[in-house]
């Protein structure tokens, strides 16, 4: 089970991601963690990748392709994993098949969460993330007992940047241009299903089940 999560910053496909990996028993695979993971353990990629990452550059395609391959080469990803922030772009798409092809493998499923942008701004903007933990609280769907506090460590709670509207739109704005159009990549080949993340995040992941089966 090969799963590609799909959907904007802030349309909850981390979340999902996460209790996807969980049940199937499988692992979710995020390019940030690969990057952390390889660089800790200083591999000879991982060195590669901090090099970039040093100088402010972004890490190329075909590195992180080689990291993501790398990753899939081990024992835990024998039945699976869900691919989580990669690929970002039809030509990183079209990279990831041919490497699969050349391993006779192929993605078997895309989750679409499918979040309006209003929704995602108006979401956003309710998170607050504790500066001590990093636990994240919404003012809305999941307050602190205490305004303003942290309830598991006291620490003061605030709006990351990347939180604030203007951050947020133009992450949207990366998204539609770059993102968006893997939709219809992923579309031919008929493996695209979205569910409609505006719901409760358990709604959300019923409809995932449904879709990838129990």
Do not use: W
């Not at 739109?169 to 992923?186: F, G, I, S, V, W």
């Not at 019923?206 to 879709?211: C, G, Q, R, T």
């Amino acid at each position: 089970m090969r799963i590609i999560m799909l959907g904007a910053p802030g349309a909850g496909k981390g979340t999902q991601a996460k209790r996807i990996a969980e049940k199937y028993d499988i692992p979710h695979i995020s390019t940030g963690d690969i990057f952390r993971e390889n660089i800790k353990n200083g591999t000879e990629l991982g060195n590669k990748a901090k090099a970039y990452m040093e100088a402010g550059d972004l890490v190329p395609d075909e590195l992180v392709l080689e990291l993501i391959m790398d990753r899939f080469e081990k024992e835990d990803c024998a039945n699976g994993y869900v691919l989580d922030g990669f690929p970002r772009t039809i030509p990183q798409a079209e990279a990831l098949d041919e490497a699969l092809e050349a391993k006779g493998q192929a993605i078997d499923n895309v989750i679409d969460v499918d979040v309006p942008d209003e929704h995602i701004i108006t979401r956003m903007a309710g998170r607050r993330t504790c500066a001590h933990c990093g636990a994240i609280f919404h003012l809305e769907h999941m307050p602190p007992k205490i305004e303003g506090k942290c309830d598991q460590c006291g620490g003061h709670l605030m709006m990351r940047e990347d939180d604030q509207p203007e951050t947020v739109l133009a992450r949207l704005k990366t998204y539609h241009e770059q993102t968006q159009p893997l939709k219809d990549y992923y579309g031919a080949k008929d493996l695209v299903h979205s569910v409609d993340g505006t719901q409760d995040r358990e709604v959300v992941f019923e409809n995932v089940v449904k879709i990838l089966g129990e």
